[in-house]
């Protein structure tokens, strides 16, 4: 059911058609209004924010594509899931992003990135994946991350107001603040899932992980930075040898919280290396493949389904709205 999705996104081309249908296909609570209206609120910000990428994304905007295969590794994962991702190869369309809607940051500054994954498994299930390098969101509800983004939209003041009264983005700053700054491409740089996932087993019981994609072995930058120099970048390092992610999956604890992604999952954790995600070629955004997919993470295959993080639950609409309008405004301009 949710595979089709993807089609029926692609063939939709008003905001309303796809709201409309996310929201029942998700049987959400929230009423079908006040989800659609949250999200068409968000995406606004971002375009006050970051202004209007005409027929690009409003967020992670600046990226390129690749494609891939993803292997299983260690099967000791099938005790949890009865997922074809950890049992048989499966096809990667990828996309690497700068996070942020400005249409062209400078790679050679150090930035936070994305790692988007539509993987299709031999009997052609269909897993999205989004990812980024934060170690944990800023905020815990759409409501709260809808009024930073409007902060943002607004002054400097606003979001220092916001910031204020906002004791998880404290948290979030003084945690970002440590992080080591060192420029690293692409493809040595860890994705995180941030969002919780449960794993299913072929007796339904569900376990809940969070997953990262971990460079497999260090990656170093081999061209000069600037301006747009990770693409040649990680193709220099894919023909002198390989660019690979091991998928790391950690095993939730008893005491964690599954359901807030502004909560990092700390101490010791059983992690499996599920997979193994190797890239193959890069392409630019004109001619790859990864340039209409809707990267909507909550697109999962048996064995595979998303938490009740209500983060994870608003990207959808959000996404779908990004979509919508990035596809019309291709078509207009033709
Ligand atoms: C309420 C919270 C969030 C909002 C409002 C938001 C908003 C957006 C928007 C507007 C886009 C562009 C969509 C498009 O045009 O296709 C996007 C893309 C993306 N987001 Fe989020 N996001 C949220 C949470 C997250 C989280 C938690 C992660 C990481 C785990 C994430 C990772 C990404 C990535 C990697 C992309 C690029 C997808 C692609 O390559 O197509 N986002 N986000």
Redesign the pocket.
Known sequence: MLDKTINKFATYKTARGIICCSAVMLAVQTPIATAGDA?LK??DS?EKVFGVTEG??????K?FCFNGMLTPNDSSILGYSASELFSGQSEVIG???H?G?KLAPSDANIGQ????LSITTASGGINLM???T?DF?PVST?EA??QL?RAKATSADAVKTFAKNSPELQHYAAHMAKRPKILRPYEGIT?????SFYLVDADNKKTAVRWSFVPAASQSINTEPSQDFFYKNIQRNIDKGEVVWDMVVTIANEDDVVDN?AIQWTGEHKQIVAAKLKVSSVSSEDVGQ?TD???D?MVLSAGLEPSADP??Q??RN??A???S??LTEKQNNK
């Open positions: 999200a968000t995406l971002f690009k994304r409003r967020n992670h905007t990226g996309r690497l992003s996070k809607g990135y994305g790692m988007s989004s990812m980024n934060e969101f759409p991350f809808a983004m994705f995180n899932s941030v969002n992604a990864c997919i809707n990267y993470p983060i994870l608003a990207r959000i996404y709205i990004g979509l309008r990035r």
